[in-house]
């Protein structure tokens, strides 16, 4: 460059496409990052409507030539400069720039029709104002090297497929070379590597081989020829030992599989390569084992990271990080993950080069593969390829020779090695938590006179899953048990007897037993299971009804119950127990009124407890947050989880239930006593007809009628010196009830067309939504449920 005039740094280059319609229909990282608009907002979005430089072409700072650039199809290429106003969230942050452009018409069967580049010209002279750079044309031929200069051109333009590629650089060549003028006396091609001239980039080498370089260093300088050849291998020994080590010690930092690769692929940049990408086998990446067989054509890879030191976003279109694919066979990356082994291209001739990229479709691989030297290692664990890493260098550095594949190789191995660590670990969490989340109930979010809403968060150890659960169970009388619980321990052991003693709770409670008893029998159980077995439980029951809870405690942190009067929230004083398994304690059951509005919170001692602090500030900070109003049980929850995860320290995982008793209105219950006649069976319907008239559910009488019959008689046919008690409760289904006091369950039978018994029960199983049995004190009580329509729910009537 001629009077000492330099381009500072690497200039990101804007490039545009634009349809016949005036759409942008490509959108490059440099068009990004100079009119601070992505990919998404741009596609499809009018050209004139949207850059900054659509907006210039309008202006009075250029010729009228230039406007007719978007216009349409002009038969010569336009440039000019311009000082543009951005949008006020443009990514630089910037309110103006100093934009250079270049317009080429394009012609063809394809949909293009306008190609853009622009930059910005601050950012090319630095800011000094005694030289003036313009945009300009000129032929290819004009500069040294002009095969390599239109060699290197696609590196610039948009990658779009071999044909359409093709196409738009021979209109560019034929057009005008892009080109900046510089003070009229000298100019300068637009190329990949523009504004880094020859001579830093040779300083820069020899920089880094003295240890000393940035970045941007990327190549090694040419040997001295007064070198000696023994010194020269010496060095080039210890400088990949060297690299190997210093790989070593920066990967393998984290058993994260995504952060292990991006660790490996940019150890690579720029020390060893220009490009690295590794891809994985789609399995391993998904953390689904280790792969079977050895791959295929069928074989899916997802390429995880790709590092480079090209222009920012230079290849996202080429081989965008993200992307799964199934590589061609006749390619050298099929044959590196079939055979396990490197392969080594010295120099990938233009003939090579277009063939490996005609395997490919959708994609123009040319620019970023030709004219380069290529590497590809495997990336192996037990002798199965994992993934592999495709490792590039550009011309005008030493090319790959054998001790760089023997570098390559071991830089894989290693690789190998840490990955499949990342890989089991990643496949051991993904266990777990498959484990843990079919253990954790779906808790429904509004059940008879009480809404809940429900939080878990695993643990911050490694192999996070643990025995904390909770959970809501339906029971007779419109009744709720709420459960929380939390294993000794931590990983898949505390889990499984975290599972165990869940499904224990479950059908012990559908027995009805009193809380105190069903603790009792729990920790029964946990003592045949082994001596290991030791957990802390809280178990609740709340009658919407009687507005009443009834609460037993195993060893577990109190719970907190939020007066909806005041808005106070307290520690409720309860026999705290021994933790189930432990043996030989008595439980008791404690009494506690609620009023509808009031809210339970029920949690593990994850959320309040940190090491190094008195637990007593965790419940402290528990009421606190708990006693904050929110608009929703979700919204209450997320405010417990939030503010107690402010205090930091947790290790331990969290289960957390929250139920907001409403109660249910006594005009919503109706309750009657039937005597052991036959003849109370069609009181009973009658008394059921007029109480579901008076609610206003004319709808839901023939078919209540019906079950109820059924119920009633199988309870005066079995019943033996008490009355039957029939209730209806309404909420947001009919739930109907008859207890009587015979012990005996029901069973559904399979009764033929002649068979006298039998049929009362499969009818109510046809019929009713849901319906179910329960032994009581003083016998059994046969329930069902029948859904309304939505007028006749409490609360959407008028």
Request: charged share 25%; proline share 7%.
């Amino acid at each position: 460059m001629e009077h000492g005039t330099e381009v500072s740094g690497r200039i990101p280059l804007a490039v545009v496409v634009v349809d016949a319609d005036g759409l942008v229909t490509h959108w490059s990282f440099g068009a990004r990052k100079l009119f601070g608009r992505t990919r998404e907002q741009a596609i499809g979005t009018p050209a004139v409507d949207l850059m900054p430089v659509s907006g210039a072409l309008r202006g009075e700072d250029l010729d009228d030539a230039a406007d007719g650039a978007l216009c349409g199809p002009r038969a010569y290429p336009t440039a000019g400069r311009a000082r543009m106003t951005l949008p006020a969230d443009a990514a630089q942050g910037a309110a103006h720039a100093d934009v250079l452009w270049w317009a080429y018409p394009l012609a063809g069967p394809g949909p293009e029709r306008l190609l853009v580049l622009a930059a910005d010209a601050t950012g090319l002279t630095g800011g000094a104002p005694e030289e003036r750079v313009a945009p300009g044309f000129a032929l290819h031929t004009e500069f040294p090297g002009a095969e390599l200069l239109a060699g290197r051109l696609p590196d610039i333009l948009p990658n779009m497929g071999p044909a359409t590629g093709g196409r738009i650089v021979a209109q560019v060549l034929e057009l005008g070379y892009p080109v900046l003028e510089i003070s009229h006396h000298a100019r300068v091609p637009v190329t990949p590597d523009w504004g880094m001239p020859r001579y830093r980039e040779r300083q820069a080498r020899r920089a880094a081989l003295r240890g000393v370089a940035g970045p941007t260093a990327s190549a090694e300088p040419p040997p001295d020829p007064d070198d000696d050849p023994e010194d020269l291998e010496y060095a080039a020994v210890r400088e990949r030992l060297e690299f190997l080590n210093e790989v070593s010690g920066r990967i393998g930092s984290s058993l994260d599989l995504a952060r292990t690769i991006r660790e490996v692929t940019s150890a690579a940049v720029p020390r060893f390569a220009d490009f690295a990408g590794t891809h994985l086998r789609a399995q391993v990446l998904a953390g689904e084992g280790f792969p079977d067989g050895p791959p295929d054509v069928t074989t899916v890879w997802h390429r995880v990271w790709v590092e480079h030191n090209d222009e920012p976003g230079r290849w996202d279109d080429t081989v965008p990080v993200g992307e799964s694919i199934a590589f061609p066979e006749h390619t050298p990356f099929f044959q590196c993950m079939v055979t396990g082994e490197p392969v080594l291209i010295p120099y990938l001739s233009d003939e090579l080069g277009d063939r490996i990229a005609g395997q490919f479709e959708k994609r123009d691989l040319r620019p970023l593969i030709n004219g380069r030297s290529i590497l590809i290692v495997p990336l192996k664990a037990r002798d199965v390829v994992l993934g592999f890493m495709v490792l590039l260098r550009r011309a005008g550095r030493a090319a790959f020779d054998g001790m760089d594949r023997t570098t390559g190789a071991e830089l894989a191995a290693r690789a190998g090695l840490v990955l499949d660590n990342a890989r089991m670990y990643t496949y051991q969490e993904n266990v777990a938590e498959t484990l843990q989340d079919s253990m954790l109930p779906q808790v429904a979010p509004r059940m008879a006179g009480c809404d809940t809403a429900t939080r878990y968060l695993p643990g911050t150890r490694l192999g996070r899953v643990g025995g904390d659960w909770f959970d809501a169970i339906k029971l007779s009388g419109s009744r709720t048990a709420l459960v929380v619980g939390d294993v000794m321990g931590h990983g898949l052991n505390s889990a499984a007897m975290m599972g165990q003693l869940r499904t224990a709770v479950q059908t012990m409670a559908a027995l009805d037993l009193p809380p105190a008893q069903l603790l009792r029998n729990l920790d029964d159980l946990a003592q045949r299971l082994g001596e290991h077995y030791l957990a802390t439980c809280l178990y609740a029951v709340y009658d919407p009804i009687g507005s009443e809870l009834l609460i037993a405690n195993a060893g577990h942190i109190p719970p907190v119950l939020v007066r909806a009067q005041d808005g106070r929230a307290e520690l409720l004083d309860l026999p705290t127990g021994a933790p189930i398994g432990v043996g030989g304690v008595p439980f008791e059951t404690a009494r506690v009124r609620v009023a509808p509005g009031d809210r339970l919170v029920l949690c593990t001692d994850g959320l309040v407890e940190v090491r190094g602090q008195d637990i007593g500030a965790g419940l402290a900070a528990l009421c606190e947050s708990a006693a904050h109003p929110a608009a929703s049980m979700d919204d209450a929850c997320d405010t417990v989880i939030r503010a107690l995860n402010q205090r930091g320290g947790r290790k331990d995982d969290v289960a957390l239930l929250m139920a907001r008793l409403n109660g249910i209105p006594s005009d919503d219950v109706a309750q009657w006593r039937l005597a052991l006649d036959p003849e109370e069976v069609g009181r009973a319907r009658r008394l059921v007809r007029e109480r579901l008239l008076r609610w206003g559910l004319p709808h839901a009488v023939e078919t209540a009628e019906l079950l109820v019959s059924e119920a009633v008689t199988n309870a005066v046919g079995h019943a033996h010196t008490h009355h039957v008690v029939l209730r209806l409760v309404r909420t947001e289904a009919l739930l109907c009830e008859v207890s009587d006091d015979d012990h005996e369950l029901p069973a559904l039978l399979s009764a033929g067309p002649d068979d006298e018994y039998g049929r009362g029960l499969r009818v109510v199983s046809e019929l009713a939504r849901e319906w179910g049995t329960s032994r009581t004190r003083q016998g059994k009580t046969v329930w069902f449920e029948q859904a309304l329509p939505r007028t006749g729910v409490r609360g959407e009537r008028r």
